[in-house]
Protein backbone atom coordinates (compact mmCIF):
# COMPACT_ATOMS: atom_id res chain seq x y z
CA UNK A 1 0.00 0.00 0.00
CA UNK A 2 1.06 3.50 -0.90
CA UNK A 3 0.45 4.87 2.74
CA UNK A 4 3.24 2.24 4.29
CA UNK A 5 5.96 3.64 1.84
CA UNK A 6 8.23 5.96 3.83
CA UNK A 7 8.35 9.35 1.68
CA UNK A 8 10.80 11.73 1.63
CA UNK A 9 11.54 14.53 -0.76
CA UNK A 10 13.78 15.11 -3.44
CA UNK A 11 14.86 17.83 -5.49
CA UNK A 12 12.99 16.88 -9.10
CA UNK A 13 13.37 20.06 -11.16
CA UNK A 14 16.52 22.47 -11.18
CA UNK A 15 15.32 25.94 -11.00
CA UNK A 16 16.25 26.71 -15.09
CA UNK A 17 13.49 24.16 -15.92
CA UNK A 18 10.93 25.64 -13.28
CA UNK A 19 11.38 29.50 -14.69
CA UNK A 20 11.15 27.96 -17.95
CA UNK A 21 7.90 25.96 -17.37
CA UNK A 22 5.88 28.79 -16.28
CA UNK A 23 7.63 31.87 -18.35
CA UNK A 24 6.54 29.90 -21.61
CA UNK A 25 3.24 29.68 -20.44
CA UNK A 26 3.18 33.06 -19.51
CA UNK A 27 4.45 34.31 -23.10
CA UNK A 28 2.05 31.48 -24.61
CA UNK A 29 -0.87 33.38 -23.03
CA UNK A 30 0.31 36.60 -24.39
CA UNK A 31 0.88 35.26 -28.05
CA UNK A 32 -2.68 33.83 -28.13
CA UNK A 33 -3.87 37.18 -26.50
CA UNK A 34 -1.80 39.76 -29.55
CA UNK A 35 -2.48 37.10 -32.17
CA UNK A 36 -6.31 37.17 -31.43
CA UNK A 37 -5.97 41.24 -30.87
CA UNK A 38 -3.76 41.79 -34.12
CA UNK A 39 -3.17 45.04 -35.53
CA UNK A 40 -0.61 47.28 -33.62
CA UNK A 41 -0.19 43.83 -31.35
CA UNK A 42 1.11 42.24 -33.92
CA UNK A 43 4.27 43.91 -33.32
CA UNK A 44 4.47 42.57 -29.56
CA UNK A 45 3.71 39.00 -31.23
CA UNK A 46 6.70 38.97 -33.11
CA UNK A 47 8.75 40.32 -29.64
CA UNK A 48 6.55 37.39 -27.76
CA UNK A 49 7.94 34.61 -31.10
CA UNK A 50 11.49 35.60 -30.28
CA UNK A 51 11.11 35.58 -26.79
CA UNK A 52 9.01 31.57 -27.08
CA UNK A 53 12.17 30.91 -29.65
CA UNK A 54 14.98 31.73 -27.17
CA UNK A 55 13.31 30.00 -24.43
CA UNK A 56 13.16 26.50 -26.58
CA UNK A 57 16.46 27.13 -27.94
CA UNK A 58 17.73 27.32 -23.95
CA UNK A 59 15.67 24.37 -22.72
CA UNK A 60 17.17 22.53 -25.46
CA UNK A 61 20.86 23.27 -24.74
CA UNK A 62 19.78 22.93 -21.07
CA UNK A 63 18.49 19.12 -22.02
CA UNK A 64 22.48 18.44 -22.41
CA UNK A 65 24.19 20.92 -19.91
CA UNK A 66 21.45 20.86 -17.17
CA UNK A 67 20.98 19.09 -13.71
CA UNK A 68 20.39 15.73 -13.91
CA UNK A 69 16.35 15.10 -14.10
CA UNK A 70 16.75 18.01 -17.06
CA UNK A 71 18.62 16.26 -19.15
CA UNK A 72 17.32 14.38 -22.37
CA UNK A 73 19.39 11.08 -21.31
CA UNK A 74 17.72 10.82 -17.73
CA UNK A 75 14.00 11.38 -19.40
CA UNK A 76 14.11 10.15 -23.31
CA UNK A 77 12.87 6.33 -22.88
CA UNK A 78 12.39 4.14 -25.32
CA UNK A 79 9.10 3.26 -27.14
CA UNK A 80 8.70 -0.48 -25.30
CA UNK A 81 9.36 1.42 -21.78
CA UNK A 82 7.01 4.29 -22.80
CA UNK A 83 4.64 1.73 -23.57
CA UNK A 84 5.08 -0.31 -20.67
CA UNK A 85 4.40 2.35 -18.54
CA UNK A 86 1.71 3.46 -20.15
CA UNK A 87 0.17 0.06 -19.41
CA UNK A 88 1.04 -0.16 -15.73
CA UNK A 89 -0.93 3.41 -15.58
CA UNK A 90 -4.45 1.35 -14.65
CA UNK A 91 -2.91 0.97 -11.64
CA UNK A 92 -2.29 3.37 -9.03
CA UNK A 93 0.94 1.36 -7.87
CA UNK A 94 2.60 2.18 -11.43
CA UNK A 95 6.13 3.31 -11.19
CA UNK A 96 7.67 6.72 -9.83
CA UNK A 97 10.35 8.31 -11.33
CA UNK A 98 12.20 11.44 -10.49
CA UNK A 99 11.82 13.34 -13.61
CA UNK A 100 9.65 13.18 -15.92
CA UNK A 101 8.23 9.63 -16.43
CA UNK A 102 8.77 7.65 -19.92
CA UNK A 103 5.59 8.69 -21.29
CA UNK A 104 6.03 12.08 -20.14
CA UNK A 105 9.54 12.51 -21.55
CA UNK A 106 7.79 11.84 -24.94
CA UNK A 107 5.75 14.55 -24.20
CA UNK A 108 8.31 17.08 -23.31
CA UNK A 109 9.90 16.02 -26.50
CA UNK A 110 6.51 16.58 -28.50
CA UNK A 111 5.73 20.03 -27.31
CA UNK A 112 9.39 21.29 -27.33
CA UNK A 113 8.98 19.92 -31.44
CA UNK A 114 5.59 21.56 -31.89
CA UNK A 115 6.78 24.70 -30.12
CA UNK A 116 10.24 25.21 -32.26
CA UNK A 117 8.03 24.43 -35.60
CA UNK A 118 5.10 27.69 -34.57
CA UNK A 119 8.34 29.66 -33.50
CA UNK A 120 10.20 28.92 -37.06
CA UNK A 121 6.93 29.26 -39.29
CA UNK A 122 6.68 32.34 -37.30
CA UNK A 123 9.92 33.98 -38.75
CA UNK A 124 8.91 33.26 -41.91
CA UNK A 125 5.03 34.33 -41.95
CA UNK A 126 3.19 36.95 -42.70
CA UNK A 127 -0.27 37.98 -42.25
CA UNK A 128 -1.13 39.69 -45.51
CA UNK A 129 -2.07 42.89 -43.67
CA UNK A 130 0.88 44.98 -42.54
CA UNK A 131 2.97 42.71 -40.46
CA UNK A 132 5.09 39.50 -41.52
CA UNK A 133 8.18 37.27 -39.71
CA UNK A 134 11.72 38.67 -39.57
CA UNK A 135 13.02 36.27 -42.66
CA UNK A 136 9.73 36.91 -44.76
CA UNK A 137 11.47 38.79 -47.11
CA UNK A 138 14.00 35.54 -47.36
CA UNK A 139 11.55 33.11 -49.22
CA UNK A 140 8.76 33.75 -51.91
CA UNK A 141 5.30 35.17 -51.00
CA UNK A 142 3.99 31.38 -51.90
CA UNK A 143 6.33 29.92 -49.64
CA UNK A 144 5.44 32.48 -46.83
CA UNK A 145 1.70 32.03 -47.20
CA UNK A 146 2.52 28.13 -46.41
CA UNK A 147 4.42 29.28 -43.89
CA UNK A 148 1.93 30.65 -42.42
CA UNK A 149 -0.94 28.21 -42.79
CA UNK A 150 1.35 25.81 -40.89
CA UNK A 151 1.84 28.04 -37.74
CA UNK A 152 -2.60 28.24 -37.84
CA UNK A 153 -3.07 24.61 -38.17
CA UNK A 154 0.16 24.08 -35.45
CA UNK A 155 -1.89 26.25 -32.71
CA UNK A 156 -4.18 23.18 -32.74
CA UNK A 157 -1.46 20.43 -32.65
CA UNK A 158 0.28 22.29 -29.80
CA UNK A 159 -3.02 23.20 -27.94
CA UNK A 160 -4.10 19.54 -28.05
CA UNK A 161 -0.63 18.47 -26.77
CA UNK A 162 -1.31 21.21 -23.72
CA UNK A 163 -4.44 19.84 -22.91
CA UNK A 164 -2.82 16.31 -22.77
CA UNK A 165 -0.43 17.67 -20.67
CA UNK A 166 -2.75 19.09 -18.05
CA UNK A 167 -4.89 16.24 -18.15
CA UNK A 168 -2.19 13.67 -17.34
CA UNK A 169 -0.94 15.93 -14.48
CA UNK A 170 -4.46 15.70 -12.98
CA UNK A 171 -4.28 11.89 -13.55
CA UNK A 172 -1.66 11.79 -11.29
CA UNK A 173 -2.85 14.24 -8.81
CA UNK A 174 -6.05 12.14 -8.51
CA UNK A 175 -5.31 8.46 -8.91
CA UNK A 176 -1.64 8.65 -8.09
CA UNK A 177 -1.89 11.08 -5.35
CA UNK A 178 1.16 12.84 -6.82
CA UNK A 179 1.35 16.98 -6.88
CA UNK A 180 3.11 17.76 -10.19
CA UNK A 181 1.83 21.04 -10.31
CA UNK A 182 3.36 22.13 -6.74
CA UNK A 183 6.63 20.14 -7.74
CA UNK A 184 7.03 22.68 -11.37
CA UNK A 185 6.74 25.36 -8.89
CA UNK A 186 9.07 24.23 -5.55
CA UNK A 187 11.39 21.98 -6.98
CA UNK A 188 10.36 19.35 -4.80
CA UNK A 189 8.51 15.80 -4.99
CA UNK A 190 8.16 13.78 -2.43
CA UNK A 191 8.61 9.92 -3.62
CA UNK A 192 8.57 6.68 -1.76
CA UNK A 193 12.73 6.45 -0.05
CA UNK A 194 13.56 2.95 -1.83
CA UNK A 195 12.46 5.21 -5.45
CA UNK A 196 14.85 8.07 -4.05
CA UNK A 197 17.60 5.94 -2.92
CA UNK A 198 17.64 3.89 -6.10
CA UNK A 199 18.30 6.60 -8.50
CA UNK A 200 21.33 8.14 -6.84
CA UNK A 201 23.03 10.97 -6.48
CA UNK A 202 21.62 13.70 -8.66
CA UNK A 203 24.31 15.94 -10.37
CA UNK A 204 23.54 19.99 -9.51
CA UNK A 205 22.98 22.29 -12.25
CA UNK A 206 26.00 25.55 -12.59
CA UNK A 207 23.64 28.80 -12.45
CA UNK A 208 26.66 29.83 -14.27
CA UNK A 209 25.94 27.27 -17.30
CA UNK A 210 22.46 28.58 -17.09
CA UNK A 211 23.43 32.04 -17.32
CA UNK A 212 26.38 31.28 -20.47
CA UNK A 213 23.43 28.84 -22.25
CA UNK A 214 21.02 31.03 -21.53
CA UNK A 215 23.40 34.21 -23.22
CA UNK A 216 24.23 32.01 -25.46
CA UNK A 217 20.63 31.34 -26.57
CA UNK A 218 19.55 34.78 -26.55
CA UNK A 219 22.31 35.94 -29.16
CA UNK A 220 21.15 33.28 -31.70
CA UNK A 221 17.81 34.70 -31.31
CA UNK A 222 19.08 38.08 -31.55
CA UNK A 223 21.58 37.31 -34.83
CA UNK A 224 18.77 35.01 -36.52
CA UNK A 225 16.45 38.12 -36.46
CA UNK A 226 18.68 41.03 -36.59
CA UNK A 227 20.67 39.20 -39.49
CA UNK A 228 23.38 41.61 -39.09
CA UNK A 229 26.19 39.94 -41.59
CA UNK B 1 -31.07 61.34 -96.92
CA UNK B 2 -34.30 59.45 -97.87
CA UNK B 3 -36.77 58.00 -95.31
CA UNK B 4 -35.15 54.10 -95.70
CA UNK B 5 -31.77 55.43 -95.56
CA UNK B 6 -32.29 57.07 -92.04
CA UNK B 7 -34.70 54.12 -90.86
CA UNK B 8 -31.83 51.63 -91.59
CA UNK B 9 -29.36 54.04 -90.06
CA UNK B 10 -31.52 54.55 -86.74
CA UNK B 11 -32.30 50.85 -86.43
CA UNK B 12 -28.37 49.70 -86.47
CA UNK B 13 -28.13 52.85 -83.89
CA UNK B 14 -30.43 51.03 -81.95
CA UNK B 15 -29.00 47.47 -82.78
CA UNK B 16 -25.52 49.00 -81.31
CA UNK B 17 -26.82 50.67 -78.51
CA UNK B 18 -28.75 47.29 -77.26
CA UNK B 19 -25.75 45.42 -77.98
CA UNK B 20 -23.71 47.26 -75.94
CA UNK B 21 -26.32 47.52 -73.49
CA UNK B 22 -26.23 43.34 -73.69
CA UNK B 23 -22.36 43.26 -73.21
CA UNK B 24 -22.60 45.30 -69.95
CA UNK B 25 -25.15 43.02 -68.56
CA UNK B 26 -23.54 39.99 -69.02
CA UNK B 27 -21.49 37.86 -66.68
CA UNK B 28 -18.40 38.62 -66.10
CA UNK B 29 -16.72 35.36 -65.57
CA UNK B 30 -15.78 33.81 -62.43
CA UNK B 31 -12.11 33.51 -62.65
CA UNK B 32 -11.81 37.20 -63.90
CA UNK B 33 -13.87 38.43 -61.14
CA UNK B 34 -11.89 36.23 -58.32
CA UNK B 35 -8.61 37.80 -60.27
CA UNK B 36 -10.14 40.95 -59.97
CA UNK B 37 -10.71 40.79 -56.00
CA UNK B 38 -7.24 39.51 -55.16
CA UNK B 39 -6.14 42.14 -57.51
CA UNK B 40 -7.99 44.94 -55.37
CA UNK B 41 -6.32 43.00 -51.84
CA UNK B 42 -3.01 42.84 -53.54
CA UNK B 43 -2.73 46.25 -54.10
CA UNK B 44 -4.37 47.54 -51.09
CA UNK B 45 -1.76 44.87 -49.03
CA UNK B 46 0.99 46.73 -51.24
CA UNK B 47 -0.24 50.46 -50.29
CA UNK B 48 -1.12 49.86 -46.90
CA UNK B 49 2.69 47.59 -46.39
CA UNK B 50 4.76 50.98 -45.76
CA UNK B 51 2.43 52.99 -43.84
CA UNK B 52 2.34 49.91 -41.40
CA UNK B 53 6.17 49.75 -41.13
CA UNK B 54 6.52 53.81 -41.17
CA UNK B 55 3.67 53.00 -37.69
CA UNK B 56 5.07 50.50 -36.36
CA UNK B 57 8.77 52.36 -37.00
CA UNK B 58 10.67 50.11 -38.93
CA UNK B 59 11.34 52.83 -41.70
CA UNK B 60 11.67 56.36 -41.43
CA UNK B 61 7.85 58.17 -41.59
CA UNK B 62 7.23 59.98 -44.52
CA UNK B 63 4.26 61.90 -44.04
CA UNK B 64 3.78 62.28 -48.56
CA UNK B 65 4.03 58.61 -49.33
CA UNK B 66 1.58 57.62 -46.39
CA UNK B 67 -0.98 60.56 -47.64
CA UNK B 68 -0.10 59.04 -51.50
CA UNK B 69 -0.55 55.35 -50.00
CA UNK B 70 -3.51 55.76 -48.08
CA UNK B 71 -5.89 57.90 -50.59
CA UNK B 72 -4.88 54.91 -53.27
CA UNK B 73 -6.04 52.38 -50.58
CA UNK B 74 -9.33 54.13 -49.86
CA UNK B 75 -9.89 54.41 -53.84
CA UNK B 76 -8.86 50.52 -53.61
CA UNK B 77 -10.77 49.83 -50.83
CA UNK B 78 -13.95 50.26 -52.98
CA UNK B 79 -13.19 47.62 -55.27
CA UNK B 80 -12.87 44.14 -54.46
CA UNK B 81 -16.36 43.71 -53.43
CA UNK B 82 -18.54 43.30 -56.88
CA UNK B 83 -16.45 40.17 -57.41
CA UNK B 84 -17.99 38.57 -54.48
CA UNK B 85 -20.22 37.32 -57.69
CA UNK B 86 -22.44 34.00 -56.64
CA UNK B 87 -21.01 32.65 -59.55
CA UNK B 88 -17.44 32.78 -57.89
CA UNK B 89 -18.50 30.17 -55.29
CA UNK B 90 -17.76 26.83 -56.87
CA UNK B 91 -14.42 28.60 -58.25
CA UNK B 92 -11.73 26.46 -56.62
CA UNK B 93 -8.43 29.15 -56.76
CA UNK B 94 -9.96 30.95 -53.72
CA UNK B 95 -9.59 30.89 -50.22
CA UNK B 96 -12.76 32.86 -49.85
CA UNK B 97 -15.36 31.05 -47.47
CA UNK B 98 -18.94 29.69 -47.87
CA UNK B 99 -19.53 32.09 -45.51
CA UNK B 100 -19.23 34.93 -47.60
CA UNK B 101 -22.47 33.61 -49.38
CA UNK B 102 -24.11 32.00 -46.46
CA UNK B 103 -23.86 35.15 -44.29
CA UNK B 104 -23.75 37.88 -46.39
CA UNK B 105 -25.00 40.34 -43.78
CA UNK B 106 -22.38 40.04 -41.84
CA UNK B 107 -19.78 39.97 -44.62
CA UNK B 108 -20.94 43.32 -45.98
CA UNK B 109 -20.49 44.63 -42.77
CA UNK B 110 -17.01 43.72 -42.88
CA UNK B 111 -16.99 44.99 -46.05
CA UNK B 112 -18.36 48.67 -44.99
CA UNK B 113 -16.43 48.09 -41.56
CA UNK B 114 -12.92 47.95 -43.97
CA UNK B 115 -14.04 50.77 -45.90
CA UNK B 116 -14.74 53.27 -43.18
CA UNK B 117 -11.57 52.27 -41.56
CA UNK B 118 -9.41 52.60 -44.49
CA UNK B 119 -11.60 55.83 -44.92
CA UNK B 120 -10.04 57.09 -41.32
CA UNK B 121 -6.89 56.25 -42.56
CA UNK B 122 -6.75 58.42 -45.61
CA UNK B 123 -8.29 61.43 -43.38
CA UNK B 124 -5.76 61.10 -40.71
CA UNK B 125 -3.30 60.97 -43.61
CA UNK B 126 -4.30 64.20 -45.56
CA UNK B 127 -4.14 65.59 -42.00
CA UNK B 128 -1.26 65.24 -41.46
CA UNK B 129 -1.55 64.27 -37.86
CA UNK B 130 1.39 61.56 -37.30
CA UNK B 131 -0.70 60.47 -33.84
CA UNK B 132 -3.80 59.88 -35.87
CA UNK B 133 -2.48 57.78 -38.66
CA UNK B 134 -1.17 55.64 -36.30
CA UNK B 135 -4.27 55.66 -33.92
CA UNK B 136 -6.55 54.85 -37.50
CA UNK B 137 -3.94 52.30 -38.87
CA UNK B 138 -4.78 50.46 -35.93
CA UNK B 139 -8.34 49.99 -36.94
CA UNK B 140 -7.18 49.12 -40.17
CA UNK B 141 -5.36 46.03 -39.71
CA UNK B 142 -7.74 44.81 -36.89
CA UNK B 143 -10.89 45.30 -39.79
CA UNK B 144 -8.12 43.44 -42.03
CA UNK B 145 -8.05 40.69 -40.02
CA UNK B 146 -11.78 40.56 -38.28
CA UNK B 147 -12.85 39.84 -42.14
CA UNK B 148 -9.83 37.45 -43.04
CA UNK B 149 -10.34 35.52 -39.94
CA UNK B 150 -14.36 34.98 -40.44
CA UNK B 151 -14.16 34.82 -44.05
CA UNK B 152 -10.93 33.48 -45.45
CA UNK B 153 -9.59 29.95 -45.22
CA UNK B 154 -5.61 29.46 -43.89
Redesign the interface.
Known amino acids: MTTEQKMIAVRAWDAPVRVFHWLLILLLGFQVYSAK????A??WHLYGGYAVLTLILFRLLWGFAGGTHARFADFVAGPSAAWRFAKSLISPRSAYFIGHNPLGGWMVLAMLASLALQAITGLFAN?????EGPLAVLISKKLSDQM??LH??NLWILAALAVLHVVAVFYHRLVKKEDLIQAMFTGVKRLPEEVVAASGTPRKASPWVALVVFAAANAAVFLLVKRPF | MNIGKSMMLATVGFGLAAGIAYEAAAQVKPEVLVKQRKAAMTLIAKYIGPVGAMVQGKIPYDAAVVARNASFAEALSKMPWDGFETSTQNFKETRAKPEIYSNSAKFNAASDSMQTEIGKLAAAARSGDQNAVKAAFGGVGKTCKACHDDFRND
Not at chain 1, 37 to 40: L, N, V, Y
Not at chain 1, 127 to 131: E, Q, V
Open positions: TGGQMLDDIATTSHW
